[in-house]
DNA sequence: ACCTGAACACCGTTCAAGT
DNA sequence: ACCTGAACACCGTTCAAGT
């Protein structure tokens, strides 16, 4: 006899995420998500292979959300005009911290559990093309990958507190990054 | 009745650091441990608080390792003379890359487990130093932190296999040095 | 003094049985 | 068709009992 559904894979991701950033990833267990959605936990097991599955899922989602932002911030400065290719990187590098910091479990597992390539690949879009608008096509890949890795960089280190050594954090990401654009500068 | 130790709190840090390099984080248990060792993983309590104290014992012998290396390189460099600051920070940069590659795992855990302070302050001399000879004792700390979140970045970029996207890792990581340096030049 | 078996709590996962 | 209790394997940790 058919029975109605009690959850939903997207429920459980939603779950996962809320889980993630209030107690970490050791705090995201089979029970603690099928708790938050009404289930017991061998439920689960209906909608996602295993644990190892949804902590995929979950990285899906938090970058998916991360592209949806920096996406964002490259149609606002295409249609605003004007914007020079340093200015769009420098938005775009503001967006990546802003989101770093609003979601720092999530932005720290994206780099921790292997994401879906397609998934990766929209998230590295909006750097790539200021990027190429910067430095030009031929050496675009290398110039984002050189201003994604200092972003992701700096931000696991401001995360993990290696920071601690003190010095003013805003100031430093300033610093990064205008030398940074001095070193790509044509 | 007083009986001879059969086992030491480096011999668990050393057996720690092997299974964590074979087996990944999780794969290292207090009982892989106390096997390797060869006690129970009970007796691992008198030495080791729990396995959160094991983990940051492990990370702090791999960061005194990489400073260790890095402090090496320094130390040849200065002897030998005539090496501009840009030099020694390329050198240190190829040093810090060839580490990461040699322990992935080790690497990826030093930002991941929160490492003692001091250790971290160390690991940070040899760049610190060679910035503050190539901007300036001014912005030392600033360049440094943008040095330092380059090769951090890469290197968590190029070890979760986020480069699968294509293109020529090394002339990635060389375009990338070469790009840092030119914008810190005075 | 150090080591161990036994025990407990907790988690991931499977599966037969319920509706 | 979906959900659940029961069960199993595995791990971290404690502790009384051994030597």
Redesign the interface.
């Given at each position: 006899m058919p029975t109605p559904e009690r959850t939903s894979t997207a429920a459980i991701i939603a779950a996962g995420r809320d889980i993630l950033e209030s107690d970490g990833l050791s705090g995201l267990t089979m029970q603690a998500v099928a708790a938050r959605v009404g289930v017991r936990a061998p439920s689960l097991y209906k909608r996602v292979r295993d644990r190892d599955a949804l902590i995929v899922g979950v990285v899906e989602a938090v970058i998916d959300d991360l592209s949806a932002e920096l996406e964002g911030v490259e149609r606002e400065l295409a249609s605003g005009g004007g914007d020079s290719a340093e200015g769009v990187l420098a938005a775009l590098a503001a967006t990546y911290r802003g989101f770093a910091l609003a979601h720092p479990e999530g932005f720290?597992l994206m780099?921790?559990a292997?994401a879906p390539?397609a998934s990766?690949?929209r998230a590295?879009g909006p750097v790539r093309r200021a990027s190429a608008a910067a430095v030009g096509e031929e050496?675009a890949?290398?110039?984002a990958?050189?201003v994604?890795?200092?972003?992701?960089?700096?931000l696991?280190?401001e995360l993990?507190?290696?920071?601690?050594?003190g010095?003013d954090i805003d100031?430093?990401f300033d610093?990064?990054l205008r030398?940074?654009?001095?070193?790509?500068a044509r």
């Amino acid at each position: 006899m058919p029975t109605p559904e009690r959850t939903s894979t997207a429920a459980i991701i939603a779950a996962g995420r809320d889980i993630l950033e209030s107690d970490g990833l050791s705090g995201l267990t089979m029970q603690a998500v099928a708790a938050r959605v009404g289930v017991r936990a061998p439920s689960l097991y209906k909608r996602v292979r295993d644990r190892d599955a949804l902590i995929v899922g979950v990285v899906e989602a938090v970058i998916d959300d991360l592209s949806a932002e920096l996406e964002g911030v490259e149609r606002e400065l295409a249609s605003g005009g004007g914007d020079s290719a340093e200015g769009v990187l420098a938005a775009l590098a503001a967006t990546y911290r802003g989101f770093a910091l609003a979601h720092p479990e999530g932005f720290r597992l994206m780099f921790t559990a292997s994401a879906p390539l397609a998934s990766l690949d929209r998230a590295a879009g909006p750097v790539r093309r200021a990027s190429a608008a910067a430095v030009g096509e031929e050496d675009a890949l290398d110039a984002a990958r050189l201003v994604t890795a200092w972003m992701t960089g700096f931000l696991q280190m401001e995360l993990g507190g290696a920071f601690r050594l003190g010095g003013d954090i805003d100031q430093a990401f300033d610093y990064g990054l205008r030398h940074l654009l001095r070193g790509l500068a044509r």
